[in-house]
């Protein structure tokens, strides 16, 4: 649950056990993140070709890919989000397995990480906010990405103020309460789905 305090300024060690799973997190969320994606595209393409025939993602008026690919929202800079998609998440992944191998990164990268994982992170934040507010519709592999986008950005957020900032107090709570923050997060995201959409997202 916790993000142990080290010794180093950049680097936890590769034996650490939060190092390890930090990685785990980065592969598999990486992996489910960049299948989500790709499917998106996919499913783009499939909407191009029959733009009249309903894609296999489409659960019903509210669930599904159909209400929110073509729109603006889907499309935030002038491209397929999808596309930003797979390539943030291959060096996710890609990165996750040098932490299995127990490599170690050096500062620069974790910095980048950081980055590239806020802006993932406040994508990610506003595209919800559109789909449950303005769209009035839920892409399923768009929560998938939602889904992995959250604990990624926490847990390497939280590693990284313990690893640079060990004696800030900021760093210690969110490295103390790591897990309880993500699942909070979580509920936080479930709760503003119910409230606007009730049980109709099962209809």
Same mark, same amino acid.
């Given at each position: 649950?916790?993000?142990? =305090?080290?010794?180093?300024?950049?680097?936890? $060690? =590769?034996?650490?056990?939060?190092?390890?799973?930090?990685?785990?997190?980065? =592969?598999? $969320? $990486?992996?489910?993140?960049?299948?989500?994606?790709?499917?998106?595209?996919?499913?783009?393409?499939?909407?191009?070709? /029959?733009? /009249?025939?309903? &894609?296999?993602?489409?659960?019903?008026?509210?669930?599904?890919?159909?209400?929110?690919?073509?729109?603006?929202?889907?499309?935030?800079?002038?491209?397929?989000?999808? &596309?930003?998609?797979?390539v943030g998440f291959s060096i996710v992944v890609t990165l996750g397995v040098l932490l299995l191998a127990r490599v170690t990164l050096p500062a620069f990268i974790w910095l980048g990480l950081q980055v590239g994982a806020l802006f993932g992170i406040g994508l990610v934040t506003?595209?919800?906010?559109?789909?449950?507010?303005?769209?009035?519709?839920?892409?399923?592999?768009?929560?998938?990405? *939602?889904?992995?986008?959250?604990?990624?950005?926490? *847990?390497?957020?939280?590693?990284n103020l313990v690893a640079f900032a060990p004696g800030n107090p900021v760093a210690r709570f969110v490295g103390d309460w790591t897990l309880l923050i993500t699942v909070l997060w979580f509920v936080a995201l479930i709760a503003a789905i119910y409230f606007k959409f009730g049980f109709d997202v099962f209809a």
């Amino acid at each position: 649950m916790t993000a142990q =305090t080290v010794d180093t300024d950049t680097d936890l $060690g =590769t034996d650490d056990p939060s190092y390890r799973g930090l990685g785990w997190l980065m =592969t598999i $969320g $990486g992996a489910i993140g960049l299948f989500s994606a790709a499917v998106l595209i996919v499913e783009k393409v499939h909407l191009l070709e /029959k733009p /009249k025939q309903a &894609l296999s993602c489409d659960i019903n008026p509210i669930v599904g890919c159909g209400n929110v690919i073509n729109t603006d929202q889907a499309s935030v800079f002038g491209f397929p989000n999808p &596309l930003m998609g797979v390539v943030g998440f291959s060096i996710v992944v890609t990165l996750g397995v040098l932490l299995l191998a127990r490599v170690t990164l050096p500062a620069f990268i974790w910095l980048g990480l950081q980055v590239g994982a806020l802006f993932g992170i406040g994508l990610v934040t506003w595209l919800q906010y559109q789909s449950i507010y303005n769209l009035n519709a839920l892409c399923p592999y768009c929560m998938i990405v *939602w889904s992995v986008t959250i604990p990624i950005f926490i *847990w390497i957020t939280a590693r990284n103020l313990v690893a640079f900032a060990p004696g800030n107090p900021v760093a210690r709570f969110v490295g103390d309460w790591t897990l309880l923050i993500t699942v909070l997060w979580f509920v936080a995201l479930i709760a503003a789905i119910y409230f606007k959409f009730g049980f109709d997202v099962f209809a």
